[in-house]
Each structure stands twice: as structure tokens, then as C-alpha cells.
């Protein structure tokens, strides 16, 4: 299958610092990527979509300026949490369509201290 | 509101033996259906899907069943192995119209015992 890779795996920051977040596809170009949040023993919960040269798709409930999504190129996505809180602390997982499939990466988890 | 329901957090399973995992959902817009295997701090691997159009898909170990009138899909995994111990999400999509969103139950941990 498809390969999505993220970075950093795992980071720490300081409450109101602000932490970007990569997400790419390895082998093969997505438009649509997509952001999500897990909290403990919770499902996975969808920010928003990522559209390749547009601006991002957010859920309802999802600040977009707290959020940034920047999708540069086809095989790069980035989430940025700015001015990050201690609630913020989660672990985020991208994802990536090929072909009619959703590729995810292995997750990024945050710690806002 | 959860669309997608797992309303089995947990399930314990002999080896050899046959694993039921289940899922329902409540919007009718969802047609496309996904099940996925995941680690403690992995992103989720995709297991198996099966469209609306379908009622059942197999692949190995895997199969699905789908149920539209009861809006109930289920995961059968037989024979059960130790490797199979993780957690299953199911998930569902309503195709273009959603942007091809997924979206996720809260999971069932399996455990296979040797």
C-alpha cells in the first residue's frame, strides 16, 4: 500500500508556543489529505481536509486560526497548532488518498506543557 | 453526535477461534466502509472496506458483512491469531459528497489469547 509519512513523531512545547507538523506521501501525489485528532480511548476525530492550492476544509467545532493548514504540494501538508494549550495535547494523525483509499501516517504526539 | 458506533470497547478471543467485531451506524448518506487495525501510538492500518452495494467481502482471514437495512457491518476474523490483538476501528464515508471524510467509531480492542 501507499506510504504516508509524519514528523515529528513526537514533540514536547510550552504552553503558547506554536508546533508545526508534516505530513507527506511518499510515493505517490494526494490533492485530499486529511487531519485528525485521537484523544485517549477515543475514536479518531476529523479537523478538516486539506486541498492541494486551496484553503482547508474545517469541522465545525475546529478553529482555523488556532490550526493552521498549509497543503504546499501534492505530497506535503502541514498542521501548525499555534499558541498551544495543555488541552491541545493529543495525538494527531494525517491521512492521504490514493486511489480511492485513505492512507495514515503513524501519527504525531503532542505534549503541551 | 457519533454516526459510527463500536459499542463493544473490548472483546477476548482464543486462538483458532473465530472474532466477531460489530459496528453500526446512523447515517443513511454513508456508502462506503472501511475497517482498520491499530497500535498504541501508529496511525491506523487499513484491514478491509466494502461498498454499499455489497453485503459481504472477503480477503483471507477477513471478511465483511454488510447489513444496510439495520445499518450494521460486522468484521469476522477466522482463524483468530495473537497477532491480531490490537484495536479495530470501523469507519465510514459518504463518498464525494463528503469529500471522501471518514468517519471513525471509537474502536474495539481485541485480544487473541494462545
Known amino acids: 500500500g501507499a506510504v504516508v509519512s509524519q514528523h515529528p513523531s513526537r514533540v514536547i512545547c510550552k504552553s503558547g508556543t506554536s508546533v508545526k507538523i508534516e505530513c507527506r506521501s511518499l510515493?505517490?501525489?494526494?490533492?485530499?489529505m486529511f487531519w485528525y485528532r485521537q484523544f485517549p480511548k477515543q475514536s479518531l476525530m476529523l479537523m478538516a481536509t486539506?486541498?492541494?492550492?486551496?484553503?482547508?476544509?474545517?469541522e465545525q467545532g475546529v478553529e482555523k486560526d488556532k490550526f493552521l493548514i498549509n497543503h504546499a504540494s501534492l505530497t506535503l501538508s502541514t498542521l501548525t497548532v499555534t499558541s498551544a494549550h495543555p488541552e491541545d495535547s493529543s495525538f494527531y494523525i494525517c491521512?492521504?488518498?490514493?486511489?480511492?483509499?485513505?492512507?495514515f501516517g503513524p501519527g504525531t504526539r503532542l505534549t503541551v506543557t | 453526535d457519533q454516526q459510527v458506533k463500536q459499542n463493544s470497547p473490548s472483546l477476548s478471543v482464543q486462538e483458532g477461534r473465530i472474532s466477531i467485531l460489530n459496528c453500526d451506524y446512523t447515517n443513511s448518506m454513508f456508502d462506503y466502509f472501511l475497517w482498520y487495525k491499530k497500535y498504541p501510538a501508529e496511525g491506523p492500518t487499513f484491514l478491509i472496506s466494502i461498498s454499499s452495494i455489497k453485503d459481504k467481502n472477503e480477503d483471507g482471514r477477513f471478511t465483511v458483512f454488510l447489513n444496510k437495512s439495520a445499518k450494521h457491518l460486522s468484521l469476522h476474523i477466522v482463524p483468530s491469531q495473537p497477532g491480531d490483538s490490537a484495536v479495530y476501528f470501523c469507519?465510514?464515508?459518504?463518498?464525494?459528497?463528503?469529500?471522501?471524510?471518514?468517519?471513525f467509531g471509537k474502536g474495539t480492542s481485541l485480544l487473541v489469547t494462545p
Open positions: 510515493d505517490f501525489q494526494a490533492t485530499t
Open positions: 469507519a465510514a464515508s459518504a463518498g464525494r459528497d463528503s469529500g471522501y471524510a471518514l468517519n
Open positions: 491521512s492521504a488518498r490514493d486511489r480511492g483509499e485513505q492512507y
Open positions: 486539506s486541498n492541494e492550492g486551496s484553503k482547508a476544509t474545517y
